[in-house]
């Protein structure tokens, strides 16, 4: 199990680069009135057949031939379910794929979120010519951050995986996060 439920998102962002997205989508959504923290991650990749859906949630399948092991979604999945929670993921092959967890909030098992900023900051560096949108609402306040809005703003000779893009990225985050009331 991760410490953390952003590494959780990292693993599942990290299939996405995999299966070939241009555009990810990471929204966190934490709802004091029901109870619930929603994680759900989105992407354009290239999706998944109905035998892969099935077989996602089993640790001993994965489609990567590096290990034999893949044990990302299945402790997400698991992470959300010891909290009362639920966890769904839909697919279609050519289409994208999204992944969504809902947990307990008040739950005693549910791990912190974590450091979604350093997370996201890591994703967007790591990955400069993918697009990613970052959008996190607790009680009805949010923001939201979007890479495409970044490219326009920085142009074609600034990279978002230049060290002072990539600190400022980390600090919007945790900012806004925080003048939302803060992680969870």
Do not use: W
């Not at 439920?5 to 299966?19: F, H, K």
């Not at 934490?30 to 996602?56: F, K, P, W, Y």
């Amino acid at each position: 199990m991760m410490p953390e439920l952003s590494l959780n998102v990292l693993d599942i962002a990290e299939n996405s680069v995999r299966a070939g997205a241009t555009l990810t989508e990471i929204r966190v959504i934490v709802d004091t009135a029901s109870d619930r923290l929603t994680i759900t991650v989105s992407d354009n990749g290239c999706g998944m057949s109905q035998e892969q859906i099935e077989h996602v949630t089993d640790p001993f399948f994965t489609t990567r031939t590096t290990r034999k092991v893949g044990l990302g979604v299945p402790f997400f999945k698991m992470a959300a379910e010891i909290t009362g929670g639920e966890f769904s993921i839909k697919s279609k092959l050519g289409e994208g794929t999204t992944t969504s967890a809902v947990f307990g909030l008040s739950n005693i098992d549910r791990m912190p979120l974590g450091d979604m900023a350093g997370t996201m900051s890591s994703l967007i560096g790591m990955n400069p010519d993918i697009d990613f949108i970052y959008s996190y609402e607790r009680d009805g306040t949010g923001f939201e951050l979007d890479t495409r809005e970044f490219r326009e703003i920085l142009g074609d000779d600034v990279s978002l995986s230049d060290p002072g893009v990539m600190t400022y990225i980390k600090s919007y985050i945790d900012e806004n996060t925080e003048e939302c009331g803060g992680t969870v």
